[in-house]
């Protein structure tokens, strides 16, 4: 059975793009066959696997001019839907048709027993993107940079996560809490002692090291498994992605 899961926080920097593109390789490189949505106007998890300047992303769907996903093929285990920066001049005419809003999990529904997993990277926002992500979702996948201004916010996450489960998703869950970017420093470790404090079993047990290569394999195009899998980040997301599974 297919299991949908948006990768969300309403923060930038809390590493929501580099945990869809790498929790999906291990997946993969596990043996599960995942599709990567780019649901952010950024369009950088679009970008981290080398497709960019392309006719058809999903902002044309949200525009009515496709009626499937423009899915691209990255390799035999992974395709992603693409995005671009004309996501963004997409979305204020949205609002008013009450269909936009479950247009994605439309679309989803045609494709996915194509796929054991797919991994929707949310815009840093609330919006009717992210919306629509968890709309078509059965899982919220949660990043928490270890900072303690992440703390801020989340009980708005977990609100509107609570009030799309109750009107309009009743199978929405959260699937758990990860904690990235995480150092050996005293606050890194009150931070993640405050968030297993308030959310419990929910903060998955696996954190996401500071590591360069992370950033390093982005930069060149590449899931951290593929530019160095013998660092911090590779052994990292394979634990991540090994815990989701159980």
Request: proline share 3%; with cysteine; aromatic share 6%.
């Amino acid at each position: 059975m297919t299991k949908i899961l948006s990768v969300l926080n309403h923060k930038g920097g809390t590493a929501k793009t580099t945990t869809t593109l790498n929790v999906g390789a291990a997946l993969s490189i596990l043996g599960y066959r995942v599709l990567l949505v780019d649901l952010d106007p950024q369009a950088n998890l679009s970008q981290s696997l080398g497709v960019e300047e392309i006719m058809e992303t999903i902002s044309m769907v949200f525009e009515r001019k496709l009626e499937i996903l423009p899915i691209r093929v990255i390799n035999k285990q992974i395709h992603l839907v693409p995005s671009s920066l004309d996501l963004s001049a997409v979305e204020p005419g949205l609002y008013s048709n009450i269909n936009s809003y479950f247009l994605l999990k439309s679309l989803i529904a045609k494709v996915k027993d194509s796929y054991d997993w797919i991994l929707i990277d949310c815009p840093p926002s609330l919006g009717i993107f992210s919306q629509n992500a968890l709309i078509a979702s059965d899982g919220v996948l949660i990043t928490v940079q270890a900072q303690f201004l992440a703390l801020k916010g989340l009980d708005t996450v977990y609100n509107l996560i609570e009030t799309i489960k109750d009107r309009l998703n009743p199978d929405l869950g959260i699937q758990g809490l990860v904690v990235t970017q995480t150092n050996h420093t005293k606050l890194s470790k009150e931070i993640l002692l405050a968030l297993r404090g308030n959310y419990q079993d929910k903060v998955y047990k696996t954190t996401i090291r500071q590591n360069v290569a992370i950033a390093e394999a982005s930069i060149n195009r590449q899931d951290i498994f593929s530019y160095s899998p013998e660092s911090n980040g590779a052994i990292d997301y394979m634990n991540l992605a090994k815990e989701i599974l159980l």
